[in-house]
């Protein structure tokens, strides 16, 4: 007996059971902080991530940094980032396709209940990278594989798309990506200035890109969101409230009151907030629960506001986020520069940095309560990201093709390219320099090396998803990891 123990414990340790055990280590670690509080709800965001494979993507950021870190003698070596400037410039952190999405920029107009002015509103929207979470120093080109990756599982999962329809979806980011970068260039070294292309939605990006686009417009118009997550109560003046919800649902969503603690928070930030309207004013705040996958467990807050007047036609949502600190990219040096002096500061400042216009979202800010920093945002139905499950439904009901997958995926590579332009490395020279000179005149070999290396990542993503589901099944929604701290759930 006691020699088949030995023997037992001498069998060496499968792939996948050192993988399972890199998997789970990783994403402990990553999560660690949502360990110490609500653990209900990072079980919630590893369920969440075990039902979709894209949605299993979303919260893997820190994974996909963690294998790109590591040694691995079967990964292809690229031919790129000889240029050592590339290798340090503002990353936008996460730019799969859900992390693109169309605003209005400037001031949300008053509702139009009528929705007189969709057409006209429609015209001025514009596609940004609306979530730089993530943001942080480091090669160019993990945010192209990152960006690549993400396509190639929105593709992966459209009824029919076969291989070459993947390939042909992450062909198009890169190519975009590219073109981009040259032609801005080009403008550069002509004494041209490297504004941005048009951020605004066109005909050229397909009907995917131009149907978000028309919701904003539309929802936005007609103040969809407040019609949703507000209702005005008769006999109190017409004051609007939020609706709030007894428990979450099933799915973890719900508006819900704020805890003492919760509500004495949220009023230092408020307090904080400096950029906020001079005639602001609060109507009602809650709590929501339930959004994101990577911030699925973070604390975000929900306020009702207008200007003042009693009419309702000036009332407004903003979301306030709880965001901690990027994951590490890999290749970048511990003695990169500071540019930011805070977590806060780095949210407004990427975001002025890497947008088309800086009032993309006019309320955008970063905010600080102790070690703790949240990020504001506009709430409405002129805010809409891309959905892939909405692009499933759209794919298997006919309304879309490949052909709408590359306007898709060529519009948002040509946004993150004009992003990294607009951008500086970590010593606060400007990135496309750096980043045009690391491409070369060969496009089409870094276009051909980004679709390969999209077709072993996707492949490794799903791969991992399997032994995701199969922790959680053999260690517990927690993956097995300790939990010093019981708190109250909700």
Not at 348 to 354: F, P
Not at 443 to 450: D, K, S, W, Y
């Amino acid at each position: 007996m006691v020699l088949l123990v030995l023997v037992a414990a001498c069998a060496p340790v499968s792939y996948d059971q050192a993988r399972t055990a890199f998997l789970r280590d990783t994403l402990t670690a990553d999560n660690a902080i949502w360990l110490g509080r609500d653990t209900d709800l990072l079980a919630g965001k590893y369920a969440k991530m075990s039902e979709d494979p894209f949605d299993f993507m979303r919260g893997t950021s820190a994974l996909f940094y963690a294998d790109l870190s590591r040694p691995d003698p079967s990964r292809p070596e690229t031919r790129f980032l000889t240029v050592p400037e590339a290798g340090s410039i503002l990353l936008a952190g996460d730019p799969h396709p859900e992390n693109f999405g169309a605003g209005l920029p400037g001031e949300e107009p008053a509702l139009d209940a009528a929705g007189q002015d969709v057409a006209a509103r429609e015209a001025t929207i514009d596609i940004e990278l609306d979530d730089l979470d993530g943001s942080a120093f480091g090669p160019y080109l993990l945010d192209v594989r990152r960006g690549s990756l993400g396509v190639a599982l929105l593709a992966r999962h459209l009824d029919g798309c076969a291989e070459d329809c993947v390939a042909a979806g992450v062909e198009a980011f890169a190519t975009a990506y590219v073109a981009e970068i040259q032609a801005l260039s080009a403008d550069a070294n002509g004494g041209v200035s490297t504004a941005a292309r048009s951020a605004v939605c066109t005909d050229d990006d397909g009907r995917m890109v131009a149907d978000l686009c028309a919701a904003a417009a539309s929802d936005g118009a007609l103040g969809e969101v407040l019609a949703s997550y507000t209702t005005v109560e008769s006999g109190v003046s017409g004051t609007r409230h939020l609706i709030r919800d007894e428990q979450v649902d099933d799915a973890g969503k719900g508006i819900l009151p704020l805890t003492p603690d919760e509500d004495a928070q949220l009023s230092r930030l408020l307090d904080g907030w400096t950029s906020r309207p001079a005639d602001f004013r609060e109507l009602d705040r809650a709590r929501r629960f339930g959004s994101g996958v990577a911030s699925f467990p973070a604390v975000r807050y929900v306020v009702l506001w207008d200007h003042g007047a009693e009419s309702g036609d000036d009332d407004h949502l903003v979301s306030i986020r709880e965001v901690v600190d990027p994951p590490n990219p890999p290749g970048r040096s511990a003695a990169v520069p500071v540019l930011f002096d805070s977590n806060a500061a780095r949210i407004e400042q990427v975001a002025w940095l890497l947008w088309s216009r800086r009032d993309a979202d006019v309320r955008m800010a970063g905010l600080a309560d102790g070690a703790s920093t949240f990020k504001v945002t506009t709430w409405s139905g002129y805010v809409q990201g891309f959905n892939h499950s909405d692009l499933q439904a759209g794919w298997v009901s006919g309304a879309y093709d490949v052909r709408d997958l590359q306007g898709l995926a060529s519009r948002n590579g040509r946004t993150l390219a004009d992003s990294h332009a607009r951008g500086v490395t970590s010593e606060g020279a400007p990135s496309l320099d750096a980043i045009q000179r690391d491409l070369g005149e060969d496009g089409a070999l870094f276009v051909a090396e980004r679709v390969a290396d999209a077709s072993r990542d996707l492949a490794r993503s799903e791969a991992d998803l399997a032994l995701f589901q199969q922790a959680l099944d053999a260690f517990g929604p927690l993956l097995g990891a300790d939990t010093p701290v019981k708190d109250t759930t909700r």
